[in-house]
């Protein structure tokens, strides 16, 4: 018997070799080495459950890559869209280099969109929406991190059976982790119209997927090919502050229109093809008469699936671009070295960095986490703030007056390397001053910590906050 657990356990040591080939950073190597060696079994089993953070999946259109090398003001364009190409040759040298390195960074064309409307909660969002699904005349593409069974969720659920009635071909992904509450019983009226559902599942044994740690979290809903919506919101009535636990929601959407929403219907696809092995190819998917482009626009994605971390980068390139201001708004602070480094050196080189932190939170203890990360903020002139009215889930960023970054994506480790996330990246002043004009309400709202009061807090905060930070990359 001992000798039978013994070699059990050695055989455990299989999975070492899968650890070193993912290539995590260093520290994450370590301690998930040292899990599998001296906690026998119960190391290798959570190794198995949570510790793989990449996956390969085909996609289901060939995009046309951006080579890497060169980047030279000569280089050829990212772009076969002639409106586009005008659009981008019309903008400063230095705007034109930071597309093309997003562009490049991303591996997708710069693209561009005719509108652009930012939406302030889900009192302007859920409206829009309901609107754009009422007029849709071919097809609803809808993709949620959480759809609620409540009453909100069974309004648009309605509306989306309404769509399939009516002739609209109608797609509906949720990820089964997100959307845990949710039943299948309740979709009947909607497959019976039509319409089409999937989960979207990264732990399917059947489909040789073992990835229970890895979620969609991206939000973004498609009709006619005209109208995309992305950001931070789902389905549910907490969104629209109902739920008395949680207070009122705060969080940003956008509406765009034009070019772009092509590149973010390819986005779409590729997650249906995942989930559903049915291909969205169609040339009607993926045109639709629009007015003139007039913003620049890059779809930014991140996921398990990308190598080399392009919305971690992304981001990083926005803070740097910065030069007179650059705002942040986060529903969860636990950054990376990277991400940390790139913030502080904003300010450091004068840059108004103001961070927006939500400290009414579903995981209350990510908060006291992140305030270990303030010390050395504050030692560059950050200016930190804490939302605390209700619950801030904005993932937001907004660079001078010129470039804004509306998505999905939050400063920490599970956004980064283990959501699949979707961010949309603009140029455009209009649309900034909306956002500005939305985060000076919300730092208005907030209270700004004040570094030498926070540094007086007591120690057994300190002690707490230094505690867990080192489980930061866990997060």
């Given at each position: 018997?001992?000798?039978?657990?013994?070699?059990?356990?050695?055989?455990?040591?299989?999975?070492?070799?899968?650890?070193?080939?993912?290539?995590?950073?260093?520290?994450?190597?370590?301690?998930?080495?040292?899990?599998?060696?001296?906690i026998?079994?119960?190391?290798?089993?959570?190794?198995?459950?949570?510790?793989?953070?990449?996956?390969?999946?085909r996609?289901?259109?060939?995009?046309?890559?951006?080579?890497?090398?060169?980047?030279?003001?000569?280089?050829?364009?990212?772009?076969?869209?002639?409106?586009?190409?005008?659009?981008?040759?019309?903008?400063?040298?230095?705007d034109?280099?930071?597309?093309?390195?997003?562009?490049?960074?991303?591996?997708?064309?710069?693209?561009?969109?005719?509108?652009?409307?930012?939406?302030?909660?889900?009192a302007?969002?859920y409206?829009?929406?309901?609107?754009?699904?009422?007029?849709?005349?071919?097809?609803?593409?809808?993709?949620?991190?959480?759809?609620?069974?409540?009453?909100?969720?069974?309004?648009?659920?309605?509306?989306?059976?309404?769509?399939?009635?009516?002739?609209?071909?109608?797609?509906?992904?949720?990820d089964?982790?997100?959307?845990?509450?949710?039943?299948?019983?309740?979709?009947?009226?909607?497959?019976?119209?039509?319409g089409k559902?999937?989960?979207?599942?990264?732990?399917?044994?059947?489909?040789?997927?073992?990835?229970?740690?890895?979620?969609?979290?991206?939000?973004?809903?498609?009709?006619?090919?005209?109208?995309?919506?992305?950001?931070?919101?789902?389905?549910?009535?907490?969104?629209?502050?109902?739920?008395?636990?949680?207070?009122?929601?705060?969080?940003?959407?956008?509406?765009?229109?034009?070019?772009?929403?092509?590149?973010?219907?390819?986005?779409?696809?590729?997650?249906?093809?995942?989930?559903?092995?049915?291909?969205?190819?169609?040339?009607?998917?993926?045109?639709?008469?629009?007015?003139?482009?007039?913003?620049?626009?890059?779809v930014?994605?991140?996921?398990?699936d990308?190598?080399?971390?392009?919305?971690?980068?992304?981001?990083?390139?926005?803070?740097?671009?910065?030069?007179?201001?650059?705002?942040?708004?986060?529903?969860?602070?636990?950054?990376?070295?990277?991400l940390?480094?790139?913030i502080?050196?904003?300010?450091?080189?004068?840059?108004?960095?103001?961070?927006?932190?939500?400290?009414?939170?579903?995981?209350?203890?990510?908060?006291?986490?992140?305030?270990?990360?303030?010390?050395?903020?504050?030692?560059?002139g950050?200016?930190?703030?804490?939302?605390?009215?209700?619950?801030?889930?904005?993932?937001?960023?907004?660079?001078?007056?010129?470039?804004?970054?509306?998505?999905?994506?939050?400063?920490?480790?599970?956004?980064?390397?283990?959501?699949?996330?979707?961010?949309?990246?603009?140029?455009?002043r209009?649309?900034?001053?909306?956002?500005a004009?939305?985060?000076?309400?919300?730092?208005?709202?907030?209270?700004?910590i004040?570094?030498?009061?926070?540094?007086?807090?007591?120690?057994?905060?300190?002690?707490?906050?230094?505690?867990?930070?080192?489980?930061?990359?866990?997060?």
């Amino acid at each position: 018997m001992k000798l039978a657990l013994l070699l059990s356990y050695l055989a455990t040591w299989a999975l070492i070799p899968h650890l070193l080939l993912l290539k995590k950073r260093p520290t994450a190597t370590l301690a998930w080495l040292w899990a599998i060696i001296f906690i026998p079994f119960l190391g290798a089993l959570a190794y198995l459950l949570v510790g793989t953070d990449r996956l390969q999946r085909r996609r289901l259109r060939r995009r046309r890559r951006v080579a890497t090398a060169g980047g030279r003001e000569g280089a050829p364009d990212l772009t076969a869209d002639p409106e586009t190409l005008s659009l981008v040759a019309a903008l400063p040298k230095r705007d034109r280099q930071f597309l093309r390195l997003i562009s490049r960074v991303n591996e997708l064309p710069i693209s561009a969109a005719s509108g652009l409307r930012v939406l302030r909660d889900a009192a302007e969002y859920y409206p829009a929406l309901e609107a754009r699904i009422r007029a849709a005349r071919h097809h609803i593409h809808f993709e949620v991190y959480i759809w609620q069974p409540d009453a909100t969720g069974g309004r648009f659920l309605q509306l989306l059976t309404e769509a399939a009635c009516r002739g609209v071909s109608v797609r509906l992904l949720i990820d089964e982790v997100g959307s845990n509450g949710f039943e299948e019983d309740a979709l009947a009226d909607f497959r019976a119209a039509g319409g089409k559902f999937s989960w979207f599942q990264s732990l399917d044994p059947r489909r040789n997927r073992f990835f229970l740690n890895l979620r969609n979290h991206r939000k973004l809903q498609i009709i006619d090919a005209a109208v995309a919506f992305v950001g931070g919101m789902n389905i549910g009535r907490e969104y629209e502050g109902h739920n008395p636990e949680l207070g009122p929601w705060r969080d940003v959407q956008v509406e765009a229109e034009g070019p772009v929403v092509a590149e973010l219907q390819s986005a779409f696809a590729d997650d249906w093809f995942f989930a559903t092995g049915e291909r969205i190819s169609a040339r009607r998917y993926y045109s639709a008469p629009h007015a003139p482009a007039r913003h620049p626009a890059q779809v930014v994605l991140g996921g398990p699936d990308l190598r080399y971390g392009p919305i971690g980068k992304s981001l990083v390139s926005v803070f740097n671009e910065s030069s007179r201001r650059l705002w942040i708004a986060t529903g969860y602070f636990v950054p990376s070295e990277i991400l940390l480094t790139a913030i502080a050196l904003a300010a450091s080189r004068g840059v108004d960095v103001r961070l927006l932190i939500s400290e009414r939170n579903d995981h209350p203890w990510l908060v006291r986490v992140g305030r270990s990360f303030y010390s050395e903020l504050f030692a560059a002139g950050v200016r930190i703030y804490e939302y605390s009215a209700g619950l801030n889930h904005a993932k937001v960023t907004l660079a001078d007056d010129d470039w804004g970054m509306i998505g999905s994506t939050n400063l920490d480790y599970r956004s980064l390397r283990l959501n699949f996330e979707l961010n949309l990246l603009f140029h455009s002043r209009e649309a900034n001053a909306r956002l500005a004009e939305i985060l000076e309400r919300d730092f208005a709202d907030a209270q700004e910590i004040n570094p030498a009061v926070f540094a007086k807090r007591p120690f057994r905060k300190k002690f707490l906050e230094a505690a867990l930070r080192p489980l930061s990359p866990m997060l």
